[in-house]
């Protein structure tokens, strides 16, 4: 279920693990109210870590246009899937050892910058493969991977997004380009640096610590992000509490459907989220559910929300609907309300 805080969220958390892709940008656009939201959240006293599975783009690049939206930013707050699968696979493999590397020049960066030596195909006799996501890759380099994996080398991903968001649309992700190579090699990767496996979050936290500093607590961090199957559920496999954003992939439906394992901790339409208290969703003698003046409560098969703000409507629907799924119920089955944003 839900929870609710007493205080906004930038005072009751000390780190945001904030997601990028829908959240603070669509491609090269930011999206609405984020960077007015994030500075307000940080003179509130959050401190941010950008999370992000794209695995192509330089920190002090992504670094850099998040300071073209006025945002004070390092690049070491960048946390992207190339820096997560580096530090994932020196430790897998001997220092030294060689590891084919398929993606852009930050990944290749990364991992030799942990003591590896890339190369570029099976032929080198690889210990070990990291495939990410750049969109210039081709069918020749995708075909390496699947060559040095068949000749046994461990299989190492930076994501396994079927999707990313771009300033036309819906592309398709670095998860796509992988399923080609386990279609060809029927090997499954032995670890994927990005969202939804924690590794990042935890990662993120470690580096946010200062030398000689202790990592803020799990009960303190809150992941932040617009895709339940990657940015939510990480948060949940990880035990770290999470906020669902309506400003990239997620829509109302999909969080009324969710099965327990993609539910978000705290829902809200934008960044804006942050800078306030988090409502209460009770369920009344009655049972039906509500959250401020929104009342959700079913009739048969139809689930109707009246009253109150369309945020604390869709709160209430989503207990609604969670608890009737987690009672046995057949959700899918369900008629849901129209909440629009």
Known sequence: MLKSTSRPIAEAYRLA??????????????????ADAIRSAEAAGMSIEY???????LQCVVAD??????????P????????????MVARHVPQGAKVLVLGAGHLREEVAGQGLHVVDHAADDP???IQGWYPDMSWNEMAEVAYAVERGASYFVTNRDLTIPRELGIAPGCGSMIQAVINATGVEPVASAGKPESAMYDEARLLAAGPGEQPVDKDRCLAIGDRLDTDIEAGNRGGYDSLAVLTGVTNPRELMLAPAHLRPTFIAEDLRGLLEAQPAVDQAADG?????EAVASFDA???TVSG???LDALRAACAAAWRFADNGGDAGRLRLPIIQF
């Open 76 to 87: 070491h707050q960048v946390i992207t899937s190339s820096v997560v699968a580096a530090r």
């Open 17 to 34: 693990l904030l997601d990028l892709d829908g959240v603070v940008y669509r491609g090269k656009n930011p999206v609405e109210h984020a």
């Open 301 to 303: 098969d139809t689930l």
């Open 65 to 74: 246009q998040l300071r073209g939206f006025d945002l004070d930013v390092e």
């Open 127 to 129: 210990a070990a493969v």
């Open 308 to 310: 109150g703000r369309r």
């Open 288 to 292: 039906a559910w509500t959250c401020g």
């Open 51 to 57: 999370t992000t599975n794209n695995s192509s783009r």
